[in-house]
């Protein structure tokens, strides 16, 4: 597996009301990641989910963590500030046309009321979530119509979510970084140097030969004498 990497996503959280008889301060939602949507910029290169990379959803839209195993809410990814987990089903992930959702079950603890009160006066306003590729061909690279180096991640394996106050967008690893050259030069094949007169001339001869030569061979299974013709 490649490191973990961190993306942020421009769409607002929802904190709803804990059901009734609940002991927590609310059910807080979002997208931890978007489909088809491109990034900012991450320093040169730009980056899009296909929307088969959480896999096919499960159970009613629910995200198969047979692929993801078990995935953690905390806000501002600080594990000291832990809002749920997959393992206490106290989150839960959907995948659907739009991303992966989650609902975190926000916990009775000062993160919680924290997040609840922070969440319900607008200061978090976007989510995040941390991925990392199972091989590195669960990528592909394209340039588009103006140039840009765009990664498309086809399978991620999501680690956890987040709701977050800053909307910077986490970059990937600087190995990633310093290959971004070798990967355009791989995208732009190096044109081939057409050959030089004499050589060109060399080529429409022997070209010329060998089309001589099959018209002989075809007249002598005909039986005809193909008519001459100058090299």
Not at 141 to 146: A, G, I, N, Q, T
Not at 174 to 191: C, G, H, K, V, Y
């Amino acid at each position: 597996m490649t490191d973990i990497e961190r993306r942020v996503v421009d769409r607002p959280v929802e904190l709803r009301a804990a059901p009734e008889g609940g002991s927590g301060p609310g059910i807080l939602s979002g997208y931890g990641a978007v489909f088809n949507s491109t990034s900012r910029d991450l320093g040169g290169w730009f980056e899009e989910i296909d929307p088969g990379a959480a896999g096919e959803p499960v159970d009613g839209g629910g995200l198969d963590l047979t692929l993801h195993t078990r995935v953690i809410a905390r806000a501002e990814h600080d594990s000291r500030l832990l809002l749920g987990t997959t393992d206490a089903r106290t989150l839960r992930l959907f995948v659907d046309e739009i991303g992966v959702r989650y609902e975190v079950d926000l916990p009775d603890t000062s993160a919680g009321r924290d997040v609840a009160v922070l969440a319900a006066r607008g200061d978090y306003a976007h989510s995040s979530f941390a991925f990392n590729l199972r091989t590195l061909d669960d990528v592909e690279w394209r340039e588009d119509r103006d140039g840009r180096l765009i990664r498309r991640v086809m399978r991620m394996t999501i680690h956890d979510v987040a709701p977050v106050a800053d909307p910077a967008y986490w970059g990937a690893t600087t190995q990633l970084q310093r290959s971004l050259d070798e990967i355009r030069r791989s995208l732009r094949p190096a044109p081939v140097e057409p050959p030089a007169a004499g050589e060109q001339e060399i080529t429409a001869r022997t070209n010329r030969l060998r089309s001589i030569e099959a018209r002989i061979a075809a007249h002598a299974v005909t039986g005809t004498r193909p008519r001459r013709r100058g090299i």
